[in-house]
């Protein structure tokens, strides 16, 4: 029987038929933010000593008045209400790297038979769900189920739509009896107060009396993959392991590079279009859509938001785009590698700190040499990215991302930073005490008098950092698509804070001894810039000679998730989160065990499904054609050149997988680490070999012996 697939179905059997598609003329101006409850919302709802006490919470970071909880959650209910809501769920992000929800109903029974409508401010503010069957790395045993959620009110409540009805969605932390965070979201805002207080310490030093708060800010940009559903389920491994671990590589792939900023196909259009009016709706700012590189590869940007909010809306971004997909009969792969041979998919997260009164800390300005708060803040980074290379790549390192990071598309694994040729000049004559100008931004001189001269940016981007200066941010382009943005943002502020202290530490140590600030300041820029210089990079991150001259530096070398997970629980790391508050040592010892349960769990299911498909459909279809063509009878050269080369292929492949059944019955130890290491040193491998043999016997075999769609018919059937 064949298990060819009409393709020529397939790319043109999709339908709208049942899908209410968004209308050209909506006002997108009217539809963002409707299904939020935004606090311009709520101040018309609210009487107003508790819209005053609501927003001193959500704006300076006061305390939460548990008296006015009722009164806003009457508020937050009746809105839902008028939006369609029946239900109620405390939306939280458990340390799957996913979020997690249970369902309440507004409807009470009464004694009379009937039903009220009821939400009191005790439910708005906390809630019991099960906490035992999420991981979380020893902090809980099985029978300890007891975990709480407690209501995040800098984070707006919203409406999530469904084809017969809506949920209120209210943002909440994720705790444990015991009061230990279980879930992302809780080290993020324990950051973003870590981080208001060192930024806010070095602005007094400038004599600003002005700004109030600091936050980080972040714009996550997302990478995806669309493929036609039909292809998908016919890929157990793409449906079990969100990846092909099969396939060879088709003729044409992305060398030709025309997939890249080219015209939308009108089926991905129109997807795109229906996902980002739901992501309006929501309030999420999405700016840019565009093709990516790799065929069938896609990419969506928002503009910047508060960190807490923008990792809230990522994860909405990622199931918005793939419960939409379905709708188009796609399947959204956020994988970093769904693919082999072409371009896997990041989500490079844009951090910088902005002040309540509107200011980018990290703005250098029009002569960046004479704007000091910058290059302050700036080294501080400098200093934070040297003295925490291992962070930077743990709170990336995951098995899935291991395939992209250090591959063509993606930044190496050592971490390092670009600044550009103007910043890395203003830093190299501070250090030398030359002083003067640096080069200034020109303009661009396009060729033609028709076009315009657009004003040059001081420095071109790099797309080969891990960590490039932008601008007027900081791109971490090293974060998998496929993961939560909470913990490398969690990184990223803890690790800020603490150099932005011990810059301020040390401008005011030399102060104490009567030197002035505008002094203390450059010597600290220049003390700052020549310890930790070696981190920057303006080259090609890609290159055999940058490995060799990062090794020369000193620099960190992490190859592996395994590498890097295995300096979490250092005593740098425990020091620097605890002594902040963001994360005790017992909760980073958590998240580092369950990062190693994570990587055995994704690698032993990938084994097994590798073994698996392969002995009962890449095998026996292989074993079909072999005997069709040496039973055909048909006695020439071709016949027995096919024989011989598919017995070859088959044996290969059957030694393989007799190899990769060892593997995966031998778990390799007792513990999640000693799985871990298993997994990488003695599965993977075994995997690889499997997937070399059956990638050979697919260019052999026959078509309609074949049981998997072919990266030709799934990267470019749209």
């Not at 704006?59 to 508020?75: C, H, K, N, Y």
């Not at 708005?124 to 999420?134: C, M, R």
């Not at 938001?305 to 809306?313: G, K, P, S, T």
């Not at 292989?622 to 292929?649: C, F, N, P, Q, Y």
């Amino acid at each position: 029987m064949s298990n060819s697939i009409d393709i020529a179905s397939v790319g043109r059997n999709w339908r709208l038929d049942g899908v209410t598609v968004p209308s050209p003329s909506d006002v997108v101006t009217e539809v963002f933010a409707s299904d939020v409850l935004t606090m311009e919302e709520l101040r018309q709802r609210l009487s107003k000593p508790v819209w005053r006490s609501l927003l001193a919470t959500t704006e300076r970071g006061d305390a939460l008045d548990p008296a006015i909880s009722d009164t806003v959650a009457l508020a937050m209910k009746t809105w839902a209400m008028e939006k369609g809501a029946t239900h109620y769920t405390h939306w939280f992000q458990p340390l799957t790297g996913l979020t997690a929800e249970k369902h309440e109903s507004f409807v009470t029974p009464t004694s009379d038979g009937t039903a009220i409508s009821q939400f009191s401010g005790k439910e708005l503010i906390q809630g019991e769900p099960d906490a035992s069957s999420f991981p979380s790395g020893g902090l809980r045993a099985t029978f300890e189920a007891r975990g709480y959620t407690a209501w995040d009110p800098t984070s707006p409540a919203f409406i999530m739509r469904h084809p017969k009805g809506a949920v209120l969605c209210i943002p909440t932390a994720f705790a444990s009896w015991t009061g230990e965070a279980l879930d992302n979201k809780t080290p993020l805002m324990r950051s973003m107060e870590v981080i208001n207080k060192a930024a806010m310490r070095g602005l007094r030093l400038f004599s600003d009396t002005e700004t109030q708060r600091v936050d980080a800010t972040v714009g996550a940009e997302q990478e995806y993959f669309l493929i036609d559903e039909e292809f998908f389920f016919r890929r157990p491994d793409l449906v079990m392991c969100g990846r092909t671990l099969f396939g060879a590589r088709p003729p044409r792939g992305q060398e030709l590079e025309d997939h890249y900023f080219g015209s939308i196909p009108d089926r991905i259009l129109t997807f795109m279009t229906d996902a980002e009016h739901q992501l309006y709706a929501l309030g999420i700012p999405i700016k840019t859509r565009h093709n990516e590189v790799a065929p069938g590869q896609y990419e969506v940007a928002p503009i910047f938001e508060q960190a807490n909010i923008a990792a809230d809306h990522q994860q909405l971004v990622m199931q918005v785009l793939k419960n939409t997909a379905r709708r188009y009969g796609l399947v959204c792969l956020v994988h970093e590698k769904p693919f082999a041979g072409i371009n896997g998919s990041g989500k490079h997260v844009n951090w910088s700190m902005a002040t309540n009164l509107g200011q980018n800390l990290l703005e250098p300005g029009e002569t960046p040499h004479d704007n000091m708060q910058f290059l302050f803040f700036c080294a501080a980074m400098i200093r934070a990215v040297d003295v925490h290379q291992d962070l930077l790549r743990t709170c990336v390192a995951s098995a899935s991302n291991d395939h992209r990071l250090g591959a063509n598309e993606a930044p190496p694994a050592i971490m390092s930073i670009f600044l550009g040729e103007q910043l890395s000049e203003v830093y190299e004559r501070l250090l030398s005490g030359k002083g003067g100008s640096s080069k200034r931004s020109g303009l661009l001189g396009l060729g033609t008098q028709v076009l315009p001269k657009l004003p040059q940016h001081a420095g071109d981007r790099n797309r080969t950092s891990p960590f490039a200066f932008t601008g007027n941010k900081f791109e971490f382009r090293a974060v998998g698509s496929s993961q939560s943005i909470s913990f490398p943002i969690t990184v990223l502020n803890t690790i800020a804070a603490e150099s932005i202290d011990a810059l301020s530490s040390a401008i005011e140590a030399r102060m104490k001894k009567k030197q002035s600030f505008e002094a203390a300041l450059s010597e600290v820029l220049k003390d700052t810039y020549a310890k930790h210089s070696r981190i920057i990079f303006n080259g090609d991150g890609y290159s055999n000679k940058w490995h060799k001259e990062a090794e020369k530096r000193g620099l960190i070398n992490l190859p592996t998730a395994i590498d890097a997970i295995e300096t979490l629980n250092h005593e740098k790391n425990i020091t620097l989160f605890s002594s902040y508050n963001v994360l005790s040592a017992r909760e980073l010892e958590a998240r580092q065990e369950v990062m190693f349960d994570m990587y055995f769990k994704t690698v032993n299911i990938e084994g097994e499904t590798t073994e698996w498909i392969a002995q009962t459909q890449i095998l026996p279809g292989a074993l079909r054609h072999l005997r069709e063509m040496a039973s055909s009878g048909i006695a020439i050269t071709a016949v027995k050149r096919a024989v011989d080369e598919l017995s070859v292929a088959v044996d290969a492949i059957s030694d393989a997988i007799v190899e990769l059944r060892k593997q995966n019955h031998e778990l390799g130890g007792d513990d999640v680490h000693s799985k871990s290491i298993h997994m990488r040193n003695n599965v993977l491998p075994a995997m690889n070999a499997v997937r070399t043999a059956a990638d050979a016997l697919e260019r052999i075999t026959a078509h309609d012996h074949w049981p998997l769609p072919l990266y030709r018919e799934m990267l470019f059937v749209k």
